[in-house]
Structure formats: C-alpha cells, structure tokens
C-alpha cells in the first residue's frame, strides 16, 4: 500500500460544475495535509492546507480533512478550464517535515 | 508572499560537465530546502533534504559525490550536477520550507548532451 494514493485519472469535469479529487494516507500520525495544482511543464502551486478535521473553504476551492477515516479531499467549485492541470495531496512527516507525495490526479474540465 | 526563484530555468550542457543551480526564497527564511526531480509524466522524487549549515540527506539511490548540495544561507541552497550524463536530463525542482508548507520555485530543465 502506498503511503498517499490519489486516483490518477483523468478526473473530467463540465465547465462550471464541482470537482471532487480524493486522497487517503495510510500514517496515521500525519498532521498536516496539502494540496497542490501542477500545470504541465511547470512546478507544483500550492493552492490550500489543512491540519484540522472538518472544511476550509478559500475562494472556489474546500479542503475537507477526516483524520478518523484518513482521508482529505479537494472540492473545486465553478470549475473553470484554467483548473485543468494535475493535482497533487502531500502529507506531512512531522519528524522530518518531508511531504510525502501522492501520484496526482489529472483533472480535466471541458468547457 | 512566499516566493522561491531558481535559476537558471533552463540549461544544456555536454556530457562529462557540471551544472549548478541556485534556489533562493526571496521574502522568507528556510529553515529546510528540499531538492526534487521529475521526469516528463511521472510524479515527484524527493533527491534530497537540505538544513542551512549541515549536510544534506539523500534519499536512498541518489548519489551525494554526483548531487552536491550546500545550504549556506537561510535564503540560498545550491545543487551541483557532477559529471553530468544524458540520463540526468531532467526537470529539476527546489522547494523552500518557512514552516509547515513547501513553496517551489520554478523549476531547472537540464539537457545533457
């Protein structure tokens, strides 16, 4: 079993609908969870964090954490075609603060 | 806030030459840089860790006499390709961390011919 595994996709979404991108961990001491948008040809963006279970909502975008069933997903609302790109979970280490990397789901939204 | 620069962003160099390229986080202090590779459609691979003022630490497979890092500065770490071969061609990516997260610079593509 992989430490973060993620859906490789391709995750295909109409314009304006929600994107839903999921993410398990199989440490369950990780603390600290992100999320990070990945163009092709480009280096990783980070887009959100989180450290605490429940949601965090930052503009079109929600975090959602349960440490219980470890697992942490992304929610992308109104997505756009400019969202189109891979999406990257990381989870991390605290002993060490590596991030520990899952696969990426490539996320495709037609317009 | 939170910018990391690279360079440079891209370089060809001939096989048997060195490459060096710079990571600075330009608005925060990094305690710890990280040093990735990618090769095209694959994911991430954590080359090494690098603590200002120590030694690096490798992950297992990669070659610390070919990939030599230094951290000499809370803002600065550096990685030197060694000797380098077409099989290191590759897209090189530094990531400077203030706390909790992990912001990238722009990435190094190296061609090696």
């Known amino acids: 079993q992989k430490e973060v595994e993620q859906n490789s996709g391709p995750l295909s979404v109409p314009e304006g609908a929600i994107a839903s991108l999921n993410c398990t961990y199989s440490d369950r001491g990780s603390q600290s969870f992100f999320w990070y948008r990945q163009y092709s040809g480009k280096s990783p963006e980070l887009i959100m964090s989180?450290?605490s279970n429940g949601d965090k909502e930052d503009g079109r975008f929600t975090a959602q954490l349960n440490k219980a069933s470890q697992y942490v997903s992304l929610l992308i609302r109104d997505s756009q075609p400019s969202d189109s790109a891979t999406y990257l979970c990381?989870?991390?280490?605290?002993?060490?603060?590596?991030?520990?990397w899952g696969a990426g789901t490539k996320l495709i939204i037609k317009p | 806030g939170a910018v990391v620069s690279q360079h440079p962003s891209w370089v060809i160099c001939k096989s048997g030459t060195s490459v060096k390229i710079e990571c600075r986080s330009l608005?925060?202090?990094?305690?710890?840089m990280f040093w990735y590779r990618q090769f095209p459609k694959q994911s991430l691979m954590l080359m090494a860790t690098s603590n200002e003022g120590s030694k690096a630490t490798y992950e297992q497979g990669v070659e610390k006499d070919k990939f030599l890092i230094n951290h000499a500065s809370l803002t600065l770490s550096t990685l030197t390709v060694t000797s380098a071969h077409p099989e290191d061609s590759s897209f090189y990516i530094c990531?400077?961390?203030?706390?909790?997260?992990?912001?990238f610079g722009p990435g190094t593509r190296l061609t090696v011919t």
């Open positions: 608005d925060f202090q990094a305690t710890t």
């Open positions: 989180i450290y």
């Open positions: 990531s400077a961390s203030p706390s909790y997260e992990q912001y």
């Open positions: 990381a989870v991390r280490r605290d002993s060490n603060y590596q991030l520990i």
